[in-house]
Structure formats: C-alpha cells, structure tokens
C-alpha cells in the first residue's frame, strides 16, 4: 500500500504565495508521473499541473506563469509552488501519483487525502 500525505495549504491574501508539497511512502519501486489537480464542490476534479520522472511537465492554462511544479525522485515528493495567488484559486489541492510497486505488474494510481487553498482579504 501506498500513501500520498499533503502539507502546505491554508489561508492567504491575494497576491501571496503558498508551497503545497506532498510525500509518498509504502511500497514503492519508483513513480512514473506526480501530479496536482484541484477540485470545487460540485465540480469534477481537474488538473493543475503534472511532471514525470524525467522532469517534463504539464500545466493547466490558469497555473502557467504563477505556478511551479517540481519533485525529488529520490525521497519521493512533489511540490507546487503557487505565487500571485487569485481568489479564484480558492479550492481542495490533490496530490496524485503512479506508483510502481513490488509485484504489480502495472503502476497503481494513488491520490491523497487533498489541501484547503482559500485566497482571500
């Protein structure tokens, strides 16, 4: 089993910056792509930015320019660095990972237990 544990959400004020990171423990052999994705009440979870193992990554178009992912395959954990932060950015922040295991012949998809992003005065 594998787990995903977030870190960094909370309240701030428009304009600010906040570092949400994200560790993976368990039973893992490596991790092919690590990811963000947001989600509102109501709505369907979408993605906020993705970066595989060789470092590519891959934003939405509202994450670009104010919004970094970045990862550490070694103690493996991903971060997403978000500065200029906009009210609109307000919602539950996922982390999500495909895990290769010990005797899974595929890499199983985890998600974690999601993050409160509130941008406001």
């Known amino acids: 089993q594998v787990q995903l544990v977030e870190s960094g959400g909370g309240l701030v004020q428009p304009g600010g910056s906040l570092r949400l990171s994200c560790a993976a423990s368990?039973?893992?052999?490596?991790?092919?792509?690590m990811g963000w994705y947001r989600q509102a009440p109501g709505k369907d979870r979408e993605l906020v930015a993705r970066?595989?193992?060789?470092?590519?990554?891959n934003y939405a178009d509202a994450a670009k320019g104010r919004l970094t992912i970045s990862r550490d395959n070694a103690k493996h954990t991903v971060c997403l660095q978000m500065n200029s932060l906009k009210p609109e950015d307000t919602d539950v922040y996922y982390c999500?990972?495909?895990?290769?295991?010990?005797?899974?012949?595929?890499?199983?998809?985890?998600w974690g237990q999601g993050t409160q992003v509130t941008v406001s005065s």
């Open positions: 368990g039973s893992i052999f490596s991790i092919n792509d």
């Open positions: 999500n990972a495909d895990v290769k295991q010990p005797r899974f012949v595929v890499p199983v998809n985890y």
């Open positions: 970066i595989s193992s060789d470092g590519t990554t």
